[in-house]
């Protein structure tokens, strides 16, 4: 039985330039660090993690050896505009703007080196908005 989730692990193609956009951009260090692997973390985070593996490396069974596709991380933030701006002047492009999503949340998408979508959205405790049915609809369905 599993005990709880630990952390996602990006397969990287770009390994050096994803773990500089990491601590440059969203203020993670190196907790653990080997040759092509890094475990990132934020000092006022507990127990957060985020780690970025070369895709070749061969701790990686070899069929898996892949860049990683098809994945959103969610990045939680007080102020999105304040993040929104910081990111901007730092001359990071960025996919949207600011907006409010139907479930009321304000947030924007910004995309990492291996073309991972980051979605920088406010806090919000969503069980207490509402049931988890409301929540698919407002916010997941056009």
Not at 51 to 59: E, G, L, R
Not at 72 to 89: C, F, H, K, S, T
Request: glycine share 4%; net charge negative; with cysteine.
């Amino acid at each position: 039985m599993l005990s709880q989730f630990s952390y996602p692990i990006i397969c990287s193609e770009n390994f050096e330039q994803t773990v500089a956009f990491y601590e440059d951009f969203f203020d993670f260090s190196p907790s653990l660090e080997m040759e092509g692997f890094v475990i990132l973390s934020r000092e006022e985070w507990q127990n957060v993690y985020l780690a970025v593996i070369d895709y070749n490396h061969k701790a990686i069974p070899e069929k898996f050896r892949k860049p990683v596709s098809g994945m959103i991380l969610n990045y939680p933030a007080e102020d999105v505009q304040v993040v929104y701006d910081r990111l901007y002047d730092e001359g990071l492009e960025l996919v949207t703007e600011p907006e409010e999503a139907k479930c009321g949340r304000k947030h924007f998408y910004v995309e990492d080196p291996n073309g991972i979508l980051i979605d920088v959205a406010e806090e919000v405790d969503m069980a207490e908005l509402m049931s988890p049915e409301e929540l698919r609809d407002l916010c997941f369905v056009a």
